[in-house]
């Protein structure tokens, strides 16, 4: 679905932003530092709110105009922010407590550890996205 690609481009992108406002000023980063791990938690709260949000309302939107039809007789979820915010939420308590689980001790250069924020926002995306609109077109993920 567009809106999924769409949400893995964004996030992406945005996770890059964040991380050279973050952590821009230097050579090499420690992985093993608590400001990565810190970091981790606004990142993934971040991506997989707006992951849920932006493209639920758009969907939402879509369907009551009738520009794409769901999957047989739909229930649509209601309160999209409260839902945005409770996905989120746990996104960022899994995201954080995963890297803490698995945060290696060692330092990478800058360009590593953007490239590798990108792919967790991606990644991230790729998996809230679809499972927010799921309910909404009533097509089990």
């Known amino acids: 679905m567009s809106e999924t690609a769409i949400s893995i481009a964004i996030n992406a992108v945005l996770s890059v932003a ?11 980063i420690d992985l093993a530092a608590r400001d990565v791990l810190f970091d981790m938690a606004p990142q993934s709260f971040m991506v997989a709110f707006m992951g849920t949000l932006v493209p639920g309302l758009l969907t939402r939107k879509r369907l009551a105009a009738g520009r794409i039809a769901g999957f047989g007789e739909r229930v649509v979820p209601g ?63």
Do not use: H, N
């Open 79 to 141: 309160r999209p922010v409260l839902r945005a915010f409770a996905t989120a939420v746990a996104a960022a308590a899994a995201g954080t407590g995963l890297i803490a689980l698995v945060q290696p001790d060692m330092s990478v250069a800058l360009p590593v550890f953007v490239a590798a924020k990108a792919v967790y926002g991606g990644v991230l995306a790729a998996i809230v996205t679809p499972l927010a609109l799921a309910p909404l077109l009533r097509d089990p993920v």
């Open 18 to 28: 964040f991380a050279l406002l973050v952590f821009g000023g230097r050579e090499s």
